[in-house]
């Protein structure tokens, strides 16, 4: 399940961690809403039309994260 969950796209050569997504989460937006898990991809795995294929983020989550 994605809900609680955020995929980044990091930029190549940079440090940004899943706490820094945390911790800059926590600064604008409610505790509840803040994600439990993040997780950074190269691309977002897109299709011929330009759209995100949702069934392979959610597969990929499924297998990276800890349950």
């Keep these: 399940s994605l809900v609680g969950s955020e995929m ?7 440090t940004l961690t899943a ?3 945390q911790e800059a989460c926590k600064a604008y937006i409610a505790s509840y809403k803040k994600p439990r898990y993040v997780l950074f991809v ?3 795995g897109r299709d ?3 759209k995100i294929r949702l069934k392979n983020v ?3 989550f499924d297998a990276h ?3």
């Design 42 to 44: 190269d691309n977002l």
């Design 65 to 67: 994260i800890e349950k």
């Design 58 to 60: 959610i597969a990929y």
């Design 48 to 50: 011929d039309a330009g």
């Design 19 to 21: 706490q820094d997504v």
């Design 8 to 14: 980044c796209i990091r930029d190549r050569g940079k």
